[in-house]
């Protein structure tokens, strides 16, 4: 069955774009690994237009209600492996089977890297993981690591302090980044211990995380810790739609109508090259991409 969009995703521009396409009673569905993106990893969110406060897990469940109203078709934990153009008809191949669309929207937004040290695979989901506001609850009264120095390892430092009994943060630059008002927050807690300049060197422990080892200021240390959050930064999800243009980034390039170098493929939100990554912008850049959808689409008939 030929669809006549099919949206990739389902964080805050994939769920923006369902909607209008619903809207406009087109004949679509959502492929997705998960629902929510990374609006449902955020901590605190308090510059969403209409929200003064609510937590990122809080919004994303708003989006979720909101395209769920519709009754709109989701593939869930369905990932996208291919993309391919067949004259007017783009397929898009998962791991379960292929869908075919006259259109299709790629909102599959961003993906954690990895340290790529020793440990990390064996432990992986067994003390470490990548989403404090998923997985930070688990570790209640016990002692972590959050690798990294932005505003995504600041953000889960804010989150993990109220839970956990002892907070380090492991940072491999000379200072941290992020936010000055974060910062502070931080380095102002007597729970929060912040190592900077700070290299991981492996990832220790049996069955589950025991310890990190680092070496800092020229000497290796341990340190104890019973759960690790890797907060290093995002990578875009776009390996899998090797048609299409990218930046050194691997950031989709798209022009102000949302439309990528193969006719009838658009993007939208972090995937994309556009420079500033929230969620407000992903949103509205996900309603861009389904009007410049729906155009083409109207073309073609």
């Given at each position: 069955m030929a669809y006549d969009l099919i949206v990739i995703g389902a964080g805050p521009a994939g769920i923006t774009a369902a909607v209008y396409a619903a809207r406009k009673k087109m004949n679509?569905?959502?492929?997705t690994g998960d629902i929510g993106g990374q609006a449902a990893w955020s901590g605190?969110?308090?510059?969403?237009?209409?929200?003064?406060?609510?937590?990122?897990?809080?919004?994303?469940?708003?989006?979720?209600?909101?395209?769920?109203?519709?009754?709109?078709?989701?593939?869930?934990?369905?990932?996208?492996?291919?993309l391919i153009r067949d004259k007017?008809?783009?397929?898009?191949?998962?791991?379960?089977?292929?869908?075919e669309a006259r259109a299709v929207i790629i909102a599959s937004g961003k993906v954690s890297k990895e340290l790529g040290v020793p440990g990390e695979k064996e432990f992986k989901n067994k003390g470490l993981t990548y989403c404090a506001?998923?997985?930070?609850?688990?570790?209640?009264?016990?002692?972590?690591?959050?690798?990294?120095?932005?505003?995504?390892?600041?953000?889960?430092?804010?989150?993990?302090?109220?839970?956990?009994?002892?907070v380090y943060v492991i940072n491999n630059m000379p200072k941290l980044g992020g936010d000055h008002v974060m910062r502070e927050k931080i380095e102002s807690n007597p729970a929060v211990q912040v190592l900077n300049g700070a290299a991981v060197l492996a990832i220790t422990g049996e069955n589950m995380v025991a310890?990190?080892?680092?070496?800092?200021?020229?000497?290796?240390?341990?340190?104890?810790?019973?759960?690790?959050?890797?907060?290093?930064?995002?990578?875009?999800?776009?390996?899998?739609a090797g048609i299409i243009d990218k930046n050194k980034l691997g950031?989709?390039?798209?022009?102000?109508?949302?439309?990528?170098?193969?006719?009838?493929?658009?993007?939208?939100?972090?995937?994309?090259?556009?420079?500033?990554k929230q969620?407000?912008?992903a949103a509205g850049e996900g309603s861009k991409a389904t009007l410049g959808a729906f155009k083409y689409i109207s073309r073609m008939r």
């Open positions: 679509f569905i959502v492929i605190d969110v308090e510059n969403y237009t209409g929200y003064q406060f609510v937590t990122g897990p809080e919004l994303a469940a708003k989006f979720e209600e909101h395209m769920r109203a519709y009754g709109i078709t989701v593939k869930e934990q369905e990932e996208a492996r291919e007017a008809v783009i397929r898009v191949r998962t791991e379960r089977g292929e869908y506001t998923c997985d930070g609850p688990l570790f209640s009264g016990k002692s972590v690591a959050i690798i990294g120095g932005g505003n995504s390892a600041l953000d889960a430092a804010l989150q993990l302090v109220k839970i956990a009994k002892k310890g990190i080892k680092v070496k800092r200021l020229d000497k290796e240390e341990m340190i104890p810790v019973e759960g690790i959050f890797v907060e290093i930064g995002l990578i875009p999800n776009s390996k899998f950031e989709i390039k798209i022009n102000s109508n949302n439309e990528t170098n193969v006719p009838g493929v658009f993007a939208a939100g972090d995937v994309t090259d556009v420079p500033e969620i407000i912008i």
